[in-house]
């Protein structure tokens, strides 16, 4: 409010969707430059157990077991009919699967987790944290001014950092089709460290975005898994409207070559 936002109704939560300069201003100046993204509301937990992986992977087409340490992947999360409940980002960090699903979809999400894998592993819920997002071919050079370290970080890896005696972690994948950093931080330090973000942006012509364009940024739909299939889509009637993510059917039992695990391939 403070910056001008115009707020709606999003799943539950108060959201940004323009401000001062209009969607068209922050369009481009996410291209040219750094945007700020406060993406609190989605869902982040963490998995632990040694057979966390295996369990998750039971519940994806993608491969959970040989993700190294450091590295991330994008993936869907399955009914056992094979529906797509969410799609979502994991890491594995060593002692843990990091998690991050979509905001209208966590509770269902997390429920889900804990209900087919919660005997194998821990499911643990971490609403404690906020979520912020710099993205933009800026982004990298306004974070590493706070961040030190941080510019090692390649394209679907992340690490833990810290700032002002916080503890951060933060992922490089780049969700709007731009270069771009995620941190995840203490929601006592959110606002801080947005200020601070701000502040830097400002610094290389940036100023804080909104959540409106990020299908527009990626140049596909919000959820390109779909695009790149192009399958006739069922919706069910089980997630309420305005959500981020439709149960759907995908046809002729395809989903993206790309994203299916090797090894259920070869199966």
Same mark, same amino acid.
């Given at each position: 409010? &403070?910056?001008? /936002?115009?707020?709606?109704?999003?799943?539950?939560?108060?959201?940004?969707?323009?401000?001062?300069?209009?969607?068209?201003?922050?369009?481009?100046?996410?291209?040219?430059?750094?945007?700020?993204?406060?993406?609190?509301?989605?869902?982040?937990?963490?998995?632990?157990?040694?057979? *966390?992986?295996? *369990?998750? &992977?039971?519940?994806?087409?993608?491969?959970?077991?040989?993700?190294?340490?450091?590295?991330?992947?994008?993936?869907?999360?399955?009914? @056992?009919?094979?529906?797509?409940?969410? @799609?979502?980002?994991?890491?594995?960090?060593?002692?843990?699967?990091?998690?991050?699903?979509?905001?209208?979809?966590?509770?269902?999400?997390?429920?889900?987790?804990?209900?087919?894998?919660?005997?194998?592993?821990?499911?643990?819920? $971490?609403?404690?944290? /906020?979520?912020?997002?710099?993205?933009?071919?800026? /982004?990298?050079?306004?974070?590493?001014?706070?961040?030190?370290?941080?510019?090692?970080?390649?394209? $679907?890896?992340?690490?833990?950092?810290?700032?002002?005696?916080?503890?951060?972690?933060?992922?490089?994948?780049?969700?709007?089709?731009?270069?771009?950093?995620?941190?995840?931080?203490?929601?006592?330090?959110?606002?801080?460290? *947005?200020?601070?973000?701000?502040?830097?942006?400002?610094?290389? &012509?940036?100023?804080?975005?909104?959540?409106?364009?990020?299908?527009?940024?990626?140049?596909?739909?919000?959820?390109?898994?779909?695009?790149?299939?192009?399958?006739?889509?069922?919706?069910?009637? *089980?997630?309420?409207?305005?959500?981020?993510? /439709?149960?759907?059917?995908?046809?002729?039992?395809?989903?993206?070559?790309?994203?299916?695990?090797? &090894?259920?391939?070869?199966?």
């Amino acid at each position: 409010m &403070e910056l001008g /936002a115009r707020m709606v109704p999003f799943a539950g939560y108060s959201m940004p969707v323009q401000y001062r300069l209009g969607v068209m201003a922050e369009h481009l100046h996410t291209r040219q430059s750094a945007g700020l993204f406060d993406v609190s509301h989605m869902g982040q937990l963490k998995l632990v157990g040694p057979d *966390a992986a295996a *369990a998750f &992977e039971s519940l994806m087409p993608v491969d959970v077991i040989d993700l190294p340490v450091g590295k991330q992947r994008y993936g869907l999360l399955l009914t @056992d009919e094979g529906t797509v409940i969410d @799609d979502l980002m994991f890491v594995n960090r060593g002692s843990d699967l990091f998690v991050i699903v979509n905001g209208a979809c966590k509770v269902g999400d997390i429920a889900h987790l804990q209900q087919k894998i919660g005997m194998r592993c821990d499911v643990i819920p $971490m609403p404690e944290r /906020a979520l912020l997002a710099l993205q933009g071919p800026l /982004a990298v050079q306004a974070l590493q001014r706070l961040v030190p370290g941080v510019n090692r970080l390649v394209f $679907m890896t992340g690490d833990s950092f810290s700032w002002h005696g916080g503890d951060l972690f933060i992922t490089r994948s780049g969700y709007t089709g731009e270069d771009g950093f995620e941190v995840s931080v203490q929601g006592e330090h959110a606002d801080a460290l *947005a200020r601070a973000l701000l502040a830097h942006a400002a610094k290389v &012509e940036g100023q804080g975005f909104d959540e409106d364009q990020l299908a527009f940024l990626r140049d596909e739909r919000a959820y390109f898994n779909l695009t790149l299939v192009e399958l006739p889509m069922r919706r069910s009637s *089980a997630h309420a409207p305005g959500g981020d993510f /439709a149960d759907t059917v995908l046809r002729n039992f395809l989903l993206a070559s790309w994203l299916k695990a090797s &090894e259920k391939r070869r199966a």
